[in-house]
């Protein structure tokens, strides 16, 4: 069974940066894309980015081009997503979620991690 | 870019009713259609891909349908599990790209 551990809870002040993991065990890390979800409080989700830990690049919702970075570790199975810029509105929780196979899940979002909140305060 | 409205916002029944919750994307999609459940503080769980495939381990209350431009997700009858909010997602072909419905609250009545 995948499972999907994220780190803990931050606190960050406006304008600086946020680096959230994800540790993938139970499966082949590299094959899979994994991707990142936001859900800001009492609101909806909303796609970030992902990356296929084997190619090593990332895709970005045009949302966040140039503010998020997505990489991958294939060593440690974990991958991470650093958003610089912080303001308010980065206030979220933070998923993390593998791009299952094709034939059992249409390359949609099979397994999750369990969230990771992110407070921007000053 | 597409853009995804789910109806109706909340949705209000009673256990053991059939709920009926829709989709409709601004242009075609084809069947690259998912379903999410999601309860407070929990994260989402895939219920539906190609718009009508249950995901491993999903009961057979829920199903969806449609293609193109609308879609549905009916839950047969509804057990106290299942009040939550639902999500539909749209996926790109390439380079992959995800897009979420605002989701609709399925409520106790």
């Known amino acids: 069974q995948v499972q999907l551990v994220q780190s803990g809870a931050e606190v960050k002040k406006p304008g600086s940066s946020v680096k959230v993991s994800c540790k993938a065990s139970?499966?082949?890390?590299?094959?899979?894309?994994i991707t990142w979800v936001r859900q800001a409080p009492g609101q909806g989700l909303e796609w970030m980015g992902g990356i296929i830990p084997i190619f090593g690049t990332a895709n970005y919702a045009q949302k966040f081009q140039g503010r998020a970075t997505i990489t991958a570790d294939d060593s440690t199975s974990t991958a991470y997503i650093e958003v610089s810029s912080l303001t308010s509105e980065d206030t979220a929780v933070y998923y993390c979620?593998?791009?299952?196979?094709?034939?059992?899940?249409?390359?949609?979002?099979?397994?999750w991690g369990q969230g990771t909140l992110v407070t921007v305060s000053s | 870019e597409i853009v995804l409205t789910q109806s109706p916002a909340t949705l209000s029944l009673s256990p053991g009713e059939r709920a009926t919750l829709s989709c409709r994307a601004s242009q075609s999609v084809s069947s690259f259609l998912a379903w999410y459940q999601q309860k407070p503080g929990q994260a989402p769980r895939l219920l539906i891909y190609?718009?009508?495939n249950r995901a491993t381990g999903i009961p057979a209350r829920f199903s969806g349908s449609g293609s193109g431009t609308d879609f549905t997700l009916t839950i047969s009858s509804l057990e106290p599990e299942d009040f939550a909010i639902y999500y539909c997602?749209?996926?790109?072909?390439?380079?992959?790209?995800?897009?979420f419905g605002q989701g609709t609250k399925l409520e106790i009545k």
């Open positions: 997602q749209y996926r790109s072909n390439w380079p992959p790209r995800y897009t």
């Open positions: 979620a593998r791009v299952g196979p094709y034939d059992s899940s249409g390359q949609s979002f099979d397994f």
């Open positions: 139970g499966g082949t890390f590299s094959s899979y894309a």
């Open positions: 190609d718009a009508s």
